[in-house]
């Protein structure tokens, strides 16, 4: 059983940077797609960035491009989320996701995702 630790998050003010962490144990995760969501209360889950972890291919969702990175080190069977420039809108409880896939692309829609972390919260001061 695949089992997903997030961690890092954290309080931030606007324009700073926080590097998000997942840890996954109990695979080697090697023909995943592994995403990052995030989610405040009363609005869905909303998709950030996903990653494939056989290629590396990355998908980012338009609000977070050019600001969030997301990477993974598949010997630490860890994922990540370096994000950079955050403002207020981004905070919100971050959540890693995985799922099994044969596809070449890992879209960032929550309902395709069946491994899920705990979640960590991002708070953005302005």
């Known amino acids: 059983q695949v089992q997903l630790v997030e961690s890092g998050g954290g309080s931030v003010q606007a324009g700073g940077s926080l590097r998000l962490s997942c840890a996954a144990s109990g695979s080697s995760y090697t023909s995943y797609c592994m995403a990052w969501f995030r989610q405040v209360p009363g609005k869905e889950r909303q998709g950030v960035a996903t990653i494939r972890t056989r290629s590396g291919i990355t998908v980012y969702v338009d609000s977070v491009k050019d600001r969030f990175t997301i990477s993974r080190d598949n010997a630490k069977n860890t994922l990540y989320l370096q994000m950079d420039s955050l403002k207020p809108d981004d905070a919100a409880m971050y959540y890693c996701?995985?799922?099994?896939?044969?596809?070449?692309?890992?879209?960032?829609?929550?309902?395709?995702?069946?491994?899920w972390g705990q979640g960590t919260q991002v708070t953005v001061s302005s």
């Open positions: 996701a995985a799922k099994t896939t044969y596809s070449s692309y890992c879209d960032p829609v929550a309902a395709g995702y069946n491994l």
